[in-house]
Nanobody, 122 residues
Framework: QVQLVESGGGLVQAGGSLRLSCVAS????????MGWYRQAPGKQRELVAD???????NYADSVKGRFTISRDNAKNTVDLQMNSLKPEDTAVYYC????????????????WGQGTQVTVSS
C-alpha cells in the first residue's frame, strides 16, 4: 500500500520554470532512490533525474544544468525544479521510487505515481 502523489505540472512558456513535487505515503520502511521520469507522445518513458538516499544524483543529458532534483527524507518528498524549459520538455512527468517494506534488508520494489502533465509552449 504505497501511494505517490505528484503536483506542480502545468502550462508554461519556453524559458519559464516549474517545480514538481511528489509525496510518498503508505507501507514502506525505507526509500532508496527517488526520481522523475517523463514520457512524451510517441516516445518511451525516460529517466529525467533521480537521487539516492545519500544524496547522489543522476540527470539525463538533455536536462543537465537546467533541472535540479532534491529530496526531504523526513517528509518523504522529492522535488524537481525545472528552469529554462524548452518545448521538447513537454511530457507527462512521473514520480517514482524504490523502497523496502521492512528495515531489515529485503527485496526492493519500484513504485510509480499517476503522472502530471508539463506543457511548454514556444
Amino acid at each position: 500500500q504505497v501511494q505517490l502523489v505528484e503536483s506542480g505540472g502545468g502550462l508554461v512558456q519556453a524559458g519559464g520554470s516549474l517545480r514538481l513535487s511528489c509525496v510518498a505515503s503508505g507501507s514502506f520502511a525505507r526509500i532508496n532512490v527517488m526520481g522523475w521520469y517523463r514520457q512524451a507522445p510517441g516516445k518511451q518513458r525516460e529517466l529525467v533525474a533521480d537521487i539516492n538516499s545519500a544524496g547522489s544524483t543522476n540527470y539525463a543529458d538533455s536536462v543537465k544544468g537546467r533541472f535540479t532534483i532534491s529530496r526531504d527524507n523526513a517528509k518523504n518528498t522529492v522535488d524537481l525544479q525545472m528552469n529554462s524549459l524548452k518545448p521538447e520538455d513537454t511530457a507527462v512527468y512521473y514520480c517514482s521510487m524504490t523502497a523496502q517494506k521492512f528495515v531489515v534488508p529485503t527485496p526492493t520494489y519500484r513504485y510509480w505515481g499517476q503522472g502530471t502533465q508539463v506543457t511548454v509552449s514556444s
